[in-house]
């Protein structure tokens, strides 16, 4: 069974920041039902995020703490949906968390997502097969919902492996 969404992350340095770009992949069966996917790009131990740029312009992107949170609701045309842009840090007010080796190129990003009406496997219920002892008239309702696991992505580009 492939995975429900591929995701490919690549951070560069630049003179006075960091560029980065985000591809993500999903199966067809995902890009027609999910209902949200939620990326966290996490910048510790570099100093307060003082400026983000990002394309597309019209995404939905957000600087929270030293995170770069991209929410992408229901999919649109596609099979693949891309966020690049560039961070700036206070280099000031650079502290080291608990996460001492986030430093430089190495970093990652943690992809999380609700699918509605089906499940990753695909298994479905019938209503019609339910039974019901002893016999007896009832209204069967039935609901899914699969929520992903968080997926972590390395940047290409940096030296850690988890």
């Not at 790009?41 to 949170?69: C, M, Q, S």
């Not at 019938?126 to 390395?154: E, Q, Y």
Request: net charge positive; hydrophobic share 35%.
């Amino acid at each position: 069974m492939k995975p429900p969404i591929t995701a490919v992350y690549n951070v560069k340095k630049d003179s006075d920041g960091l560029l980065f770009t985000l591809t993500i992949s999903y199966t067809p069966e995902i890009k027609l039902q999910y209902d949200s996917i939620e990326v966290t790009l996490p910048f510790p131990n570099r100093g307060t995020l003082k400026t983000l740029t990002h394309e597309p312009e019209k995404a939905d992107v957000a600087i929270k703490d030293y995170n770069v949170v991209w929410t992408r609701p229901k999919a649109n045309q596609g099979n693949k949906a891309t966020l690049s842009g560039k961070v700036k840090f206070d280099p000031k007010t650079r502290t080291v968390t608990a996460h001492p080796g986030l430093v430089d190129l190495n970093c990652y990003a943690d992809i999380t997502f609700k699918v509605t009406s089906s499940t990753f496997s695909q298994v479905k219920v019938k209503l019609d097969s339910l039974k019901v002892f002893p016999p007896a008239k009832f209204k069967a309702n039935t609901a899914v919902t699969s929520t992903g696991r968080r997926i972590r992505v390395w940047n290409s580009s940096g030296d850690v492996v988890e």
